[in-house]
């Protein structure tokens, strides 16, 4: 597996842990990367989901309290959200209430990694959040187990490579056509749907819905995401550029049509997004945002997920 050349980063501070992996070459195109955590709230804190364009799936140790919070109330008792989710690909933000002890495991999937490791086309998990075991059963089990027990995080991460491995390696693919699209989308040029259909031998109306049912969403929705995602590495460098420059280099028509998408996909203005200073207040699902971003984190309490 290449086990060896793999790098593990571990960040300690004030009693909280985080580290940070990325997936072996096997798993490279399946996998984004790992994200492990030890951490306490010392008091409730609001976590907001951008839109996402991969598949998150959560691991707990142990049970964090976490609540789902609507848009029309942010402080008082909301519906209970899962222990060990698995979320899909989603084109709307949402925002999580949580305390206690946050210890567990992060490792985001592609469409191609998750398609694989389910068994079953994304459209039934796109937009919703399902418990672990309900997706792999008593394998999720004894994975969280063997996870709990382990000595490190190194183990983990190997362990967790070591499962990936065998469900996705015998796993069913998405067709050739959804991936090549998939990965035009997500990639560092902009294709119009129609230039992508032609490229794929498929009408547009053809490869809109057999897209939307193997990976969850419509090709439009990820081209929305992928291109947000590249506004966030710029605005997230050394010197970043000006809100309007970068919606030129993006592809937006002018600075209010990123504003709207800023908004409709984070569920915050480009300039709030831009002033968070608390990593751990935002799962993203793309990490070479957080990797630009390499200040120090502030783990006093709490950790920045890479997720």
């Not at 991936?179 to 035009?184: A, E, G, S, Y």
């Amino acid at each position: 597996m290449g086990d060896q050349t793999m790098v593990t980063v571990v960040q300690k501070a004030h009693s909280a842990e985080v580290a940070f992996r990325d997936p072996p070459p096997l798993l490279a195109g399946h996998v984004l990367g790992y994200t492990g955590q030890d951490f306490s709230l010392s008091q409730p804190q609001m976590r907001r989901v951008t839109a996402l364009a991969t598949v998150m799936l959560v691991i707990d140790f142990e049970a964090p309290v976490r609540h789902l919070v609507t848009d029309t109330d942010t402080a008082g008792p909301q519906q209970s959200f899962l222990l060990s989710p698995v979320s899909g690909l989603s084109d709307r933000p949402l925002v999580i209430r949580q305390s206690g002890r946050e210890y567990g495991m992060v490792a985001l999937l592609t469409p191609l990694g998750a398609r694989a490791l389910f068994g079953f086309p994304l459209w039934e998990l796109a937009r919703r959040s399902v418990h672990l075991t309900d997706l792999l059963g008593p394998d999720g089990r004894r994975l969280t187990e063997q996870l709990a027990e382990a000595p490190d995080w190194p183990t983990r991460f190997r362990i967790t490579d070591t499962f990936l491995l065998s469900r996705i390696g015998t796993g069913p693919e998405l067709p050739r056509q959804v991936r090549r699209v998939w990965r035009r989308l997500t990639g560092s040029g902009v294709a119009p749907i129609d230039a992508l259909a032609d490229e794929v031998g498929w009408s547009r109306q053809h490869l809109t819905a057999r897209f939307h049912r193997e990976v969850g969403l419509s090709p439009k929705s990820i081209a929305r995401i992928a291109r947000l995602q590249r506004v966030m590495l710029l605005m997230r460098s050394t010197h970043p550029p000006s809100w309007a420059e970068v919606a030129a280099t993006c592809g937006y028509t002018d600075q209010s049509h990123l504003n709207r998408d800023f908004r409709l996909l984070t569920g915050c203005t480009p300039a709030g997004w831009r002033a968070l200073t608390d990593w751990s207040s935002v799962y993203i699902g793309d990490p070479r945002v957080y990797a630009v971003h390499n200040a120090t984190p502030d783990l006093r309490g709490h950790a920045p997920v890479r997720g």
